[in-house]
């Protein structure tokens, strides 16, 4: 089953702490990227990256970062989150020569204390 | 950068009616521009998409009309159902969708039965 899938799907933290919100996706897409999603605020690109090894910023960047070592992987990290990182968590891919639709994971509910 | 606008922000409509959304984006440059529905919990998928070289584009109950000229783009559902009641985001993308990608705040439909 294609699918993209993020872990954590819930998460409570405190200021400070690193973490690292994976995503995976089995569709053999060169497009990751990841969105965070706020009441009112809609969706926002936080980073994209067109294949392994690239990585830009989106509309929202700061307090995050991204590596994609992988082609299936594109892990997000905060290095030390604070609470208006507070958020729902979006990865989503699409592949090359495709639509152009995104195909969006679960989710990661992600609060820092 | 990028900025789409998307109104009204809620749309309250009874079942067989009619629902637009309409949204405007700023960059001349972007040429591809989607609509995702997001039902409560859980992730956005893609209903319509319209690319910068065609006017308009209609799939059963649901069309996207795109004016170039005065960059906006509206998604209307005809026949309102109450599955259709959800929160509805367009977003306007650089390069079809592979780079930035830049979403309005979304529109809570909600359908009376």
């Known amino acids: 089953e294609a699918q993209v899938t993020q872990n954590p799907r819930y998460l409570i933290t405190v200021t400070g702490k690193k973490l690292t919100v994976t995503c995976s996706q089995n569709?053999?897409?060169?497009?990751m990227s990841w969105y965070r999603q706020d009441p009112g605020l809609g969706l926002r690109q936080i980073y994209y990256?067109?294949?392994?090894?690239?990585?830009d910023k989106g509309d929202v960047p700061e307090g995050y970062k991204v590596s994609r070592k992988e082609k299936r992987n594109f892990p997000l990290i905060l290095e030390s989150p604070s609470p208006n990182q507070t958020s729902l968590y979006f990865c989503?891919?699409?592949?090359?020569?495709?639509?152009?639709?995104?195909?969006f994971g679960e989710g990661s509910r992600l609060t820092v204390l | 950068g990028e900025n789409v606008e998307q109104h009204p922000s809620t749309l309250s409509v009874q079942e067989g009616d009619s629902a637009v959304i309409k949204c405007t984006y700023s960059?001349?440059?972007?040429?591809?521009f989607p609509w995702y529905k997001q039902e409560l919990g859980k992730r956005p998928q893609l209903i319509i998409d319209?690319?910068?070289?065609?006017g308009e584009k209609k799939d059963q109950r649901i069309a996207v009309t795109l004016n170039k000229t005065a960059k906006h783009f509206s998604l209307h559902i005809t026949e309102t159902q109450p599955e259709d009641s959800a929160v509805y985001f367009c977003?306007?993308?650089?390069?079809?969708?592979?780079?930035?990608?830049?979403f309005g705040t979304g529109t809570k439909l909600q359908v009376i039965p």
């Open positions: 319209i690319r910068s070289n065609v």
């Open positions: 989503a891919s699409n592949g090359q020569g495709a639509t152009g639709e995104l195909f």
């Open positions: 990256s067109m294949n392994v090894e690239v990585t």
């Open positions: 569709m053999n897409h060169e497009y």
């Open positions: 960059d001349s440059a972007s040429n591809y």
């Open positions: 977003a306007a993308c650089l390069s079809g969708g592979y780079q930035k990608v830049t």
